[in-house]
T-cell receptor, first 114, second 110 residues
Framework: EAGVVQSPRYKIIEKKQPVAFWCNPISGHNTLYWYRQNLGQGPELLIRYENEEAVDDSQLPKDRFSAERLKGVDSTLKIQPAELGDSAVYLC????????????FGPGTRLTVT | QKEVEQNSGPLSVPEGAIASLNCTYSDRVSQSFFWYRQYSGKSPELIMSIYSNGDKEDGRFTAQLNKASQYVSLLIRDSQPSDSATYLCAATDSSYKLIFGSGTRLLVRP
């Protein structure tokens, strides 16, 4: 069974530029998560989707971050404009449901904003 | 109090020993508990989940949950150098949001 797929794996951009990350969850997983992980910290949830619906986006900085999950499968996370403090690893995870279901992470995208 | 707390380590054990990793949690997170392993430069990999009090064993790994004392631990028997990684404890809150600790770095000495 294929795992969570993310692209790109690495991205270096200048501040104020836009950037987008893509995620394809494990087949059949209807719940998708975007996390941000800073060095030396655990992942922090940005947004959770159940199918197409964003059910928890309370931690998403909505002034510059946006996300979508069209057709309840793939998802895209965008930052516009990027700031220096956005440098981090952006992780996508999926699970077969909520309610404490196990979450499986993709390889992540390491973003460096210069 | 942080919702999920871990000692950052490093915890250093000799090869073949039992590594004991601990995690405490607040009242805000008390639903489901997970242990993830994260190698440097890689993403978190799920090791075990535990939902009720007691022990849960899977190969060389044993997770222990004590809800009365609000701690969860991970024991790794016969530790190998390949077990050297950061171990993340995570728990869900009442809305099933997964909250992570900052991780404990484990070093297994050959």
């Amino acid at each position: 069974e294929a795992g969570v797929v993310q692209s790109p794996r690495y991205k270096i951009i200048e501040k104020k530029q836009p950037v987008a990350f893509w995620c394809n969850p494990i087949s059949g997983h209807n719940t998708l998560y975007w996390y941000r992980q800073n060095l030396g910290q655990g992942p922090e949830l940005l947004i959770r989707y159940e199918n197409e619906e964003a059910v928890d986006d309370s931690q998403l900085p909505k002034d510059r971050f946006s996300a979508e999950r069209l057709k309840g499968v793939d998802s895209t996370l965008k930052i516009q404009p990027a700031e220096l403090g956005d440098s981090a690893v952006y992780l996508c995870a999926s699970s077969s449901g909520t309610g404490g279901h196990e979450q499986y992470f993709g390889p992540g995208t390491r973003l460096t904003v210069t | 109090q942080k919702e999920v707390e871990q000692n950052s380590g490093p915890l250093s054990v000799p090869e073949g020993a039992i590594a004991s990793l601990n995690c405490t949690y607040s009242d805000r997170v008390s639903q489901s508990f997970f242990w993830y392993r994260q190698y440097s430069g890689k993403s978190p990999e799920l090791i075990m989940s535990i939902y009720s009090n007691g022990d849960k064993e899977d190969g060389r790994f044993t997770a222990q949950l004590n809800k009365a004392s609000q701690y969860v631990s991970l024991l790794i028997r016969d530790s190998q150098p390949s077990d050297s990684a950061t171990y993340l404890c995570a728990a869900t809150d009442s809305s099933y949001k997964l909250i992570f600790g900052s991780g404990t770095r484990l070093l297994v000495r050959p």
